[in-house]
T-cell receptor
Framework: QKEVEQDPGPLSVPEGAIVSLNCTYS??????FMWYRQYSRKGPELLMY????GNKEDGRFTAQVDKSSKYISLFIRDSQPSDSATYLC???????????FGKGTSLLVTP | EPEVTQTPSHQVTQMGQEVILRCVPI?????FYWYRQILGQKVEFLVS????????KSEIFDDQFSVERPDGSNFTLKIRSTKLEDSAMYFC????????????FGSGTQLSVL
């Protein structure tokens, strides 16, 4: 069983839509959960991180973690064409240790 | 804004040749990493480096791979004898260690092994 699963998409939404991105995982030891954004031919850029279960909000972005279901989500409100990118979930059991990435979801926001 | 710099952006090599990928991490960072991404696949952890030694490595990071911080600014990944399956985008990352998951990634080196 793969440790981190993420639907690769592509996901296409109109500008202004609410976007929901998700990952599931199998390793119950994961405690640190992150979302990265990756533009074409660039390195991943950290968007959000969450420790253990709960919600975290930052501007138009909300990250949710449900450890009981081994399920994490990223919501993007009022999506913009500049949000078009690949979104990677990543997680780790310990702070500073290796990150386990999902395959990434390709998002296209159309004007 | 400080950034992680990687050179070269593209590297083409023949199978069996040695390659060195170079990175300049953010200047006050203490933790350094190499990740790779094979086309269409996940970003995979290779190695982490702290206090001049490897702190963690994956199964991918076998004897053909080595890392070095030869001076106060550069961080290198060497592949001794490249294989076709080493073709990938290699990302260097650094962290101050203050924030969980706050790795800053470079733009990557695309390695093509022919």
């Amino acid at each position: 069983q793969k440790e981190v699963e993420q639907d690769p998409g592509p996901l296409s939404v109109p500008e202004g839509a609410i976007v929901s991105l998700n990952c599931t995982y199998s390793n119950s030891a994961f405690q640190y959960f992150m979302w990265y954004r990756q533009y074409s031919r660039k390195g991943p850029e950290l968007l959000m991180y969450t420790y253990s279960s709960g919600n975290k909000e930052d501007g138009r972005f909300t990250a949710q973690v449900d450890k009981s279901s081994k399920y994490i989500s990223l919501f993007i409100r009022d999506s913009q064409p500049s949000d078009s990118a690949t979104y990677l979930c990543a997680m780790s059991a310990y702070s500073g240790y290796a990150l386990n990435f999902g395959k990434g979801t390709s998002l296209l926001v159309t004007p | 804004e400080p950034e992680v710099t990687q050179t070269p952006s593209h590297q083409v090599t023949q199978m069996g040749q040695e390659v060195i990928l170079r990175c300049v991490p953010i200047s006050n960072h203490l933790y350094f990493y190499w990740y790779r991404q094979i086309l269409g696949q996940k970003v995979e952890f290779l190695v982490s480096f702290y206090n001049n030694e490897i702190s963690e490595k994956s199964e991918i990071f076998d004897d053909q791979f080595s890392v070095e911080r030869p001076d106060g600014s550069n961080f290198t990944l060497k592949i001794r004898s490249t294989k076709l399956e080493d073709s990938a985008m290699y990302f260097c990352a650094s962290s101050s260690g203050q924030g969980v998951g706050e790795l800053f990634f470079g733009s990557g080196t695309q390695l093509s092994v022919l």
